[in-house]
């Protein structure tokens, strides 16, 4: 009986995940469509097939179900698993060329933007309409995209190929700047570009900002 009791109980764990996880990217989707401010929880149960109850329980607050919704997005899958630690981003950080380590993380970038940038254009939005659940998500997500920016330029540092006399805090801040949601929307949606177009130019870019001229390779 006690072995069945335990397996009952990770059934129900996994079941709670499930139901966990699909509440979040419910809430993601109606972000998107309607706005963070005119989202309500009880559409986001309703649309979900919970109690509104169910979704405070398990989230407390819209803010922190919209953080989660965003990791979720951001990850990919609901793997426990750091991005920084994903095989792809430890092969990227692996190659010794650092002209195609910066094309990597631009195509990294592009990956991210694609799933996640609908989002973090509402994000960006609410925020400088001044919504404070937005403005606290916003300079929580610029922070994040900051601290792996700095590590991209410490690798460059690492292989020796920084642009000669290029402070490492203005680098980061160029690459911060390039791989942000609002040069993707830009280009993608204002300007029409493909992903390829966006992740060509991004990356050449890339090397432009940072690397010293003989580390660059051959342009596209």
Not at 27 to 49: D, I, L
Request: proline share 4%; with cysteine.
């Amino acid at each position: 009986m006690s072995a069945r009791r335990r397996y009952d109980a990770s059934g129900r764990e996994r079941r709670a995940a499930l139901t966990r996880q699909q509440i979040a990217l419910t809430a993601v989707e109606q972000f998107v469509a309607q706005g963070y401010a005119t989202t309500s929880v009880a559409s986001v149960a309703k649309a979900a097939g919970v109690s509104a109850q169910t979704v405070y329980n398990g989230f407390g607050t819209k803010a922190a179900l919209l953080k989660e919704g965003y990791d979720l997005v951001l990850a990919g899958d609901t793997q426990d698993v750091p991005l920084a630690e994903r095989p792809e981003v430890r092969a990227l950080y692996a190659d010794p060329d650092p002209a195609a380590f910066l094309r990597g993380y631009a195509r990294l970038g592009r990956s991210l933007l694609e799933r996640l940038g609908p989002l973090a254009l509402q994000i960006g939005a609410g925020a400088l309409s001044g919504d404070p659940d937005l403005v606290a998500l916003r300079a929580t997500t610029d922070q994040e995209r900051l601290i792996g920016t700095g590590m991209v330029v410490g690798r460059v540092v690492e292989l020796g190929a920084l642009s000669p006399g290029l402070d490492e805090d203005v680098a980061r801040d160029r690459l911060w700047t390039l791989n942000s949601a609002e040069v993707w929307h830009l280009l993608t949606g204002a300007r029409g570009w493909t992903g390829e177009q966006y992740e060509d130019w991004v990356g050449e870019a890339m090397c432009e900002a940072v690397l010293a001229p003989d580390r660059r390779g051959a342009t596209s």
